[in-house]
């Protein structure tokens, strides 16, 4: 079974960064697509960024040119570099990996258990 563990979120003033990453655990698995989403208080989840297996990325167009997302495939990694952070980024952050159990040959998608991301004004 995947499991992911996320790390990185936190307080941050306006304008300033934060990193975050997520890591999967687990063995016999093949990892195709990795993304991010948030979840404000109130508000629908909502895809942030997503990188495929190639490294192709899409991003929310609310966070074109602040946020980047790369991904570490031989630590089983996805990170979301954030930058120039605004009060309406603050949410809780969950990254989502979808693949391939080699010896059941079933996919699965796995989440995270989310971490949080206030940003201050």
């Known amino acids: 079974q995947v499991q992911l563990v996320e790390s990185g979120g936190g307080l941050v003033q306006a304008g300033g960064s934060l990193k975050l990453s997520c890591a999967a655990s687990g063995s016999g698995f093949s990892i195709n697509g990795m993304a991010w989403f948030r979840q404000a208080p109130g508000k629908q989840r909502e895809l942030v960024a997503f990188?495929?297996?190639?490294?192709?990325?899409n991003y929310a167009d609310s966070v074109k040119g602040r946020f980047t997302i790369s991904r570490d495939n031989s630590k089983n990694t996805v990170y979301l570099q954030m930058t120039s952070l605004k009060p309406e980024d603050t949410a809780v952050y969950y990254c989502?990996?979808?693949?391939?159990?080699?010896?059941?040959?079933?996919?699965?998608?796995?989440w995270g258990q989310g971490t949080p991301v206030t940003v201050s004004s």
């Open positions: 989502n990996m979808n693949g391939l159990n080699r010896y059941t040959f079933k996919t699965f998608d796995a």
């Open positions: 990188i495929s297996s190639g490294g192709s990325t």
